[in-house]
């Protein structure tokens, strides 16, 4: 049972151009959410979270969005750069500063130059 | 650069073996969870540890065991390999004291375990 679905695996945005990547929810005790990047080699790195209290939630070029009734959520990057190819992950927490993330399957995005 | 280390990056094992996979955390990281991420998934939380007790599980069966030490060093344990448990294993780490929420976690770079 998926309880955090990225449905897209892949995604290619040209630079400068915005990406949007997507994640939907099944769970409605979820209240925290969380979007990591990830390198090869490298474990994931923490990227920008969002409160189930907000909406909306931006850091410098990253913004997510949270649609509760929806239960979907999606991060836009823009202007996306070369340097942001990698595969993104959506995580969901039942409580802020809890560990027990449940992670989505993951969209590699890849930016062309 | 995060400062969590595990060892080895890479192991092979045969079914029914047992495995001991390592991670070093941060000075002043007490808390250490695990977390397995099987080919095309996302990670999936094994447990956590906090002062060296397990606090919190997920839905992994009792031979997945973990030991936490003073030093901000810790281990994961499988016993009875399986083929599925052929996977990225990340540790993730973080403070626990004050406001330290999850994104304060910082993942290792993993280690890719292959059950033949």
């Known amino acids: 049972d998926q309880q955090v679905k990225q449905n897209s695996p892949s995604l290619s945005v040209q630079e400068g151009r915005i990406s949007i990547l997507n994640c939907d929810y099944t769970?409605?005790?979820?209240?925290?959410f969380l979007w990591y990047k990830k390198y090869p080699a490298e474990g994931p790195t923490f990227l920008i979270s969002?409160?189930?209290?907000?909406d909306k939630n931006e850091d410098g070029r990253f913004t997510v969005f949270l649609n509760k009734s929806a239960k979907h959520l999606s991060l836009h990057i823009v202007p996306s750069q070369p340097g942001d190819s990698a595969v993104y992950f959506c995580?969901?927490?039942?409580?802020?500063?809890?560990?027990?993330?449940?992670f989505g399957t993951g969209t590699r995005l890849t930016i062309i130059p | 650069e995060t400062g969590v280390t595990q060892s080895p990056t890479h192991l092979i094992k045969t079914r029914g073996q047992q495995v001991t996979l390592r991670c070093s955390s941060q000075?002043?990281?007490?808390?250490v969870s695990w977390y397995q991420q099987a080919l095309g998934q996302g990670p999936q939380f094994i447990f956590q540890y906090y002062r060296e007790e397990e606090n919190g599980r997920g839905n992994f069966p009792p031979r997945f065991s973990g030991l936490q030490f003073p030093n901000y060093s810790s281990e994961l344990n499988v016993n009875a390999l399986e083929l599925d448990d052929s996977a990225l294993y990340l540790c993730a780490s973080r403070p626990t004291s004050g406001a330290h929420g999850v994104e304060t976690q910082y993942f290792g770079p993993g280690t890719r375990l292959l059950v033949l």
């Open positions: 000075s002043g990281h007490n808390t």
């Open positions: 995580a969901a927490s039942a409580a802020f500063g809890n560990e027990k993330l449940t």
């Open positions: 969002i409160s189930s209290i907000k």
């Open positions: 769970n409605s005790m979820f209240d925290y």
